[in-house]
Structures are given as structure tokens and as C-alpha cells.
């Protein structure tokens, strides 16, 4: 299993700015990803992040929106850029600590609230 | 037509009550299966995994009907802490797609 610090767990922010979410493993992991849960939908995956190259993206999801860094294999961050009321949801960092794509453990989340 | 469906609920049940779900996916090349559970403004938490032979987990079984692509989940003897959001996910080609989620409420 993992541990997952992930912050902060909620912030209220104004239209046009953005937040950064960080998420901080307690061991070395070669997959992390970020999700989005909008209110009352299920989560829908951002991107996973890459340690050492960009960020890979899916459809519908931009780095200039979501900026994603990955400086070592126990931390990353997420960035929602320029903020508008659609982007309030929770924000989910994961991470699969072998080698595939199961068992994922997640961070608490971030719930984001732009006025 | 959605990758991973589910019936939303919510599923109202009485303590001791058996309960399934269903979920449905689209992709016929889809390569494992899993349930998470949600609880209210938490992260989701695997419960188990589904095999192609049915597995069993406590009063948790598990099934996988892959020429319907179809999944299930049967909670038997249900207590109040099963209350839940249940999600469906498949690995599609390495990516987890989750369903929806069922909320089921267990009643005194």
C-alpha cells in the first residue's frame, strides 16, 4: 500500500487565479495520476503524471489548464489555471505502487470552490 | 453510450438485507475489473477485485460475465457501515475508467 499526504484538502478561490495541489508519497512510485470528481458525477482522469518528462494528458484535458510537475518519484503537483466556476470539484491524486494500472490508493482529495 | 455504467440508486435497504449491483461496459477489450468503495467526502478505496471465476470476500462476491460485459457486485448481510458509494472501474488498455457509483444506505 501507500500513503498519501495531498493539500490542501479544500480552498475557496476567486474566478481567474489559479491553485496548486500537491501530493506527497511515503514511498517510490512509478505511476501517479490526477483525477477530477464533479459534483454528484464519477472520477474522470486528468493525466498521469511522468517523472522526469511531460505530463501525459487525455482528451479534453490541456497542460496550460492543468500544469502537472513531477520532480521525483514521491511528489507531485497539480495546478488549475485560470479558474472559472466550472472547475470547482474535487481534485484527486493516486498512485499505483507496482508495476500496472490496478489497485490504485488516493490522496483525501482537494475540494475547490471557485466563486 | 457511457464506458462503465452503473444504476445510480440510491439502493434503501434494511440491515441484514442482501444487495446487488450491476454495472456494464463497452469495451470488449477491457483487461481487469475492480470495486471501489466511496464514502461521503472521502477518496475511493478498493474493495476487491473481480476475476473471471467469481471471487468471495466475506460477505462480498464478486462477478464477472465477460461475453455480456457485465460485472457484479452481491453484498449479503448488509450492516450499516456498507453504507457507501460503490463504484465499477476497468482497466481499459491500462487506464482505469470509473463508473458513476451506486449509493446504497443501510437502515437500522
Known amino acids: 500500500s501507500a500513503v498519501i499526504s495531498q493539500k490542501p484538502s479544500r480552498d475557496i478561490c476567486q474566478r481567474g487565479t489559479s491553485l496548486t495541489i500537491q501530493c506527497q508519497v511515503d514511498?517510490?512510485?512509478?505511476?501517479m495520476f490526477w483525477y477530477r470528481q464533479q459534483p454528484g458525477q464519477s472520477l474522470t482522469l486528468i493525466a498521469t503524471a511522468n517523472q522526469g518528462s511531460e505530463a501525459t494528458y487525455e482528451s479534453g484535458f490541456v497542460i496550460d489548464k492543468f500544469p502537472i510537475s513531477r520532480p521525483n518519484l514521491t511528489f507531485s503537483t497539480l495546478t488549475v489555471s485560470n479558474m472559472s466556476p466550472e472547475d470547482s470539484s474535487i481534485y484527486l491524486c493516486?498512485?499505483?505502487?507496482?508495476?500496472?494500472?490496478?489497485?490504485?490508493?488516493f490522496g483525501s482529495g482537494t475540494q475547490l470552490s471557485v466563486l | 453510450r457511457k464506458e462503465v455504467e452503473q444504476d445510480p440508486g440510491p439502493f434503501n435497504v434494511p440491515e441484514g438485507a442482501t444487495v446487488a449491483f450491476n454495472c456494464t461496459y463497452s469495451?470488449?477489450?477491457?483487461?481487469?475489473f475492480f470495486w471501489y468503495r466511496q464514502d461521503c467526502r472521502k477518496e475511493p478505496k478498493l474493495l476487491m477485485s473481480?476475476?473471471?471465476s467469481g471471487n468471495e470476500d466475506g460477505r462480498f462476491t464478486a462477478q464477472l460475465n465477460r461475453a455480456s460485459q457485465y460485472i457484479s457486485l452481491l453484498i449479503r448481510d448488509s450492516k450499516l457501515s456498507d453504507s457507501a458509494t460503490y463504484l465499477c472501474v476497468v482497466n481499459q488498455g491500462g487506464k482505469l475508467i470509473f463508473g458513476q457509483g451506486t449509493e446504497l444506505s443501510v437502515k437500522p
Open positions: 493516486s498512485v499505483n505502487p507496482g508495476t500496472g494500472y490496478e489497485k490504485l490508493f
Open positions: 514511498s517510490q512510485v512509478t505511476m
Open positions: 469495451n470488449s477489450a477491457s483487461q481487469s
Open positions: 473481480v476475476y473471471s
